[in-house]
């Protein structure tokens, strides 16, 4: 079975300060990991996928196979990433995605 | 470009009563998904379609119907509406060429009283 973890509901930092949004899976086989984000009142989106190795928004997220982690980090928050972000994973069953329960971020000022 | 779209964004029902939910892509893409969320739960797929003419069971199919009716449209119906099937609901398509599912609509907000 595969299974998609983020362990804080929601994650409040200042503008500037570094944020790490925390993902853990369990998956037997060789998954691929995605990032979505929700802003609010827009659509949910896709934010960035392990496999590119891209920095979205100033976003990156590094796949940890020893970990079955794939945190999503970015080095200076604005206020304009507050937002749901949500952790996803798909398995060898096509685009089935299963996803993590969400973390909201909120950026102050 | 409409991308996804799903009609209602908004409904109320009593329970028993039955609804369906609709869905439309515009993008030709061969794989379309409904999902509910929850507070907490995250994204839980009800049933996919990966082509037209198949649907199949996703993580939580019981209590719902769906029918694809062609390449553009993926309905959702409910038979007899619970409590429980309160949440908010949302349609998916992907062009299946990676393993994301890229475009999703605006939702469907669904209360059972």
């Known amino acids: 079975a595969q299974r998609v973890t983020q362990p804080e509901k929601l994650l409040s930092v200042f503008k500037g300060a570094p944020v790490e949004l925390k993902c853990n899976y369990s998956?037997?086989?060789?998954?691929?990991l995605f990032w979505y984000v929700q802003y609010s009142r827009q659509r949910l989106q896709l934010l960035l996928r392990?496999?590119s190795r891209e920095s979205i928004k100033g976003f990156t997220a590094d796949l940890n196979k020893g970990e079955t982690s794939f945190h999503l980090k970015k080095p200076f928050a604005q206020e304009e990433d507050s937002a749901m972000y949500y952790c996803?994973?798909?398995?060898?069953?096509?685009?089935?995605?299963?996803f993590g329960g969400g973390t909201r971020l909120m950026v102050k000022p | 470009n409409a991308g996804v779209t799903q009609t209602p964004k908004f409904q109320v029902l009593k329970t028993g009563q039955s609804m369906t939910l609709q869905c439309a892509q515009d993008?030709?893409?061969?794989?379309m998904y409904w999902y509910r969320q929850d507070p907490g739960m995250g994204l839980r797929l009800i049933y996919y379609?990966?082509?037209?003419?198949?649907?199949d069971k996703g993580e939580v199919p019981n209590g719902y119907n769906v029918s694809r009716l062609n390449k553009r449209e993926f309905s959702l119906r409910l038979e007899s509406a619970a409590p429980s099937q309160t949440s908010v609901y949302f349609c998916?398509?992907?062009?299946?060429?990676?393993?994301?599912?890229?475009?999703f609509g605006d939702g469907t907000r669904l209360s059972i009283l």
């Open positions: 996803a994973l798909s398995g060898y069953a096509g685009n089935m995605l299963t």
């Open positions: 998916a398509s992907s062009d299946s060429r990676g393993r994301e599912v890229g475009h």
């Open positions: 379609s990966a082509s037209e003419g198949t649907t």
């Open positions: 993008m030709n893409h061969n794989s």
């Open positions: 998956y037997s086989g060789s998954p691929e």
């Open positions: 392990h496999i």
